[in-house]
């Protein structure tokens, strides 16, 4: 119940409120809630009283202002370990995520240079290419490239991919299971989506994006693929854990630094402390 008698300012008891709704699914993630005039009448309070309530939770991280559209609650962000990443499909799947896929290209094609020299090919060498964009609870979210080697993964071109898991078809097909058996090398980066990402994945105006590049090695160092996921960094946040033991870093130096963190998964210590990247 809003009340003034109460100790705690009159906005944040509005604010406290609305997100008790939204917890219990009043409001669904992306979905909009009240106008500020519906608002003022539920709870009996000023307009300015209620400016205050949304730009609490705005600040919070729960609600979104689209503009032109209203204010929208948050999709949560998906968080995911660098360190024991083993593919999106996975994580989704552990994690209870609704994910879907749409096929915009899977051919056979000639590499790029760096796709070629990342999987250790030889010239003249083809790979499958399959370019895809995936959906979570129907949003797209994500663009993704990935190269396999045709010499190995040619079979992937006689395979509907929309909706399905990489590894899961690759295990199935060769029996590898790559999940328990790789480990990938990864770069991440922070950008902005162009021209194209934006069409595709629905976007007006400027949108900060992660840039996932992963090259995904067998124990035994063979290559299988390479890849590149362009996500929308509103929906994502990774962290990873770094090993700092040898690193000294003081004053000048620190503040000078440029660090680029890569991930190898399985190779050997455990590391601390946590770093966390977030758009």
């Given at each position: 119940?809003?009340?003034?008698?109460?100790?705690?300012?009159?906005?944040?008891q509005?604010?406290?409120?609305?997100?008790?709704?939204?917890?219990?699914?009043?409001?669904?993630?992306?979905?909009?809630?009240?106008?500020?005039?519906?608002?003022?009448?539920?709870?009996?309070?000023?307009?300015?009283?209620?400016?205050?309530a949304?730009?609490?939770?705005?600040?919070?991280?729960?609600?979104?202002?689209?503009?032109?559209k209203?204010?929208?609650?948050?999709?949560?962000?998906?968080?995911?370990?660098?360190?024991?990443?083993?593919?999106?499909?996975?994580f989704?799947?552990?994690?209870?995520?609704?994910?879907?896929?749409?096929?915009?290209?899977?051919?056979?094609?000639?590499?790029?240079?760096?796709?070629?020299?990342?999987?250790?090919?030889?010239?003249?060498?083809?790979?499958?290419?399959?370019k895809?964009?995936?959906?979570?609870?129907?949003?797209?979210?994500?663009?993704?490239?990935?190269?396999?080697?045709?010499?190995?993964?040619?079979?992937?071109?006689?395979?509907?991919?929309?909706?399905?898991?990489?590894?899961?078809?690759?295990?199935?097909?060769?029996?590898?299971?790559?999940?328990?058996?790789?480990?990938?090398?990864?770069?991440?980066?922070?950008?902005?989506?162009?021209?194209?990402?934006?069409?595709?994945?629905?976007?007006?105006?400027?949108?900060?994006?992660?840039?996932?590049?992963?090259?995904?090695?067998?124990?035994?160092?063979?290559?299988?693929?390479?890849?590149?996921q362009?996500?929308?960094?509103?929906?994502?946040?990774?962290?990873?854990?770094i090993?700092?033991?040898?690193?000294?870093?003081?004053?000048?130096?620190?503040?000078?630094?440029?660090?680029?963190?890569?991930?190898?998964?399985?190779?050997?210590?455990?590391?601390?402390?946590?770093?966390?990247?977030?758009?």
């Amino acid at each position: 119940m809003i009340t003034s008698a109460s100790a705690v300012p009159l906005y944040l008891q509005v604010a406290r409120d609305l997100k008790n709704r939204i917890e219990k699914g009043e409001f669904s993630a992306n979905g909009a809630i009240p106008s500020e005039t519906v608002l003022c009448s539920d709870y009996d309070v000023s307009r300015a009283t209620v400016r205050k309530a949304i730009q609490t939770l705005i600040d919070d991280d729960v609600l979104d202002v689209r503009h032109g559209k209203g204010v929208f609650v948050r999709q949560a962000k998906v968080t995911s370990s660098l360190s024991t990443f083993k593919g999106f499909s996975h994580f989704c799947n552990i994690n209870n995520i609704e994910l879907s896929s749409n096929v915009l290209v899977l051919a056979l094609i000639d590499p790029p240079s760096t796709v070629s020299h990342y999987l250790r090919l030889k010239e003249g060498e083809k790979t499958v290419y399959l370019k895809r964009i995936r959906s979570i609870d129907r949003i797209p979210v994500m663009i993704e490239h990935i190269f396999l080697p045709a010499s190995r993964f040619s079979f992937l071109l006689d395979i509907d991919m929309n909706d399905a898991s990489l590894y899961s078809v690759i295990e199935r097909e060769t029996g590898l299971k790559l999940e328990d058996n790789c480990f990938p090398s990864i770069v991440l980066e922070a950008g902005l989506a162009t021209e194209e990402e934006k069409a595709l994945l629905g976007v007006q105006g400027e949108a900060a994006m992660f840039i996932l590049t992963e090259t995904v090695y067998m124990s035994t160092g063979s290559p299988v693929h390479y890849s590149k996921q362009v996500m929308l960094g509103d929906y994502f946040k990774f962290f990873s854990q770094i090993r700092l033991t040898n690193w000294v870093l003081t004053g000048k130096a620190l503040r000078n630094a440029k660090v680029e963190s890569r991930c190898h998964h399985g190779e050997g210590d455990e590391c601390s402390p946590s770093i966390q990247a977030d758009c």
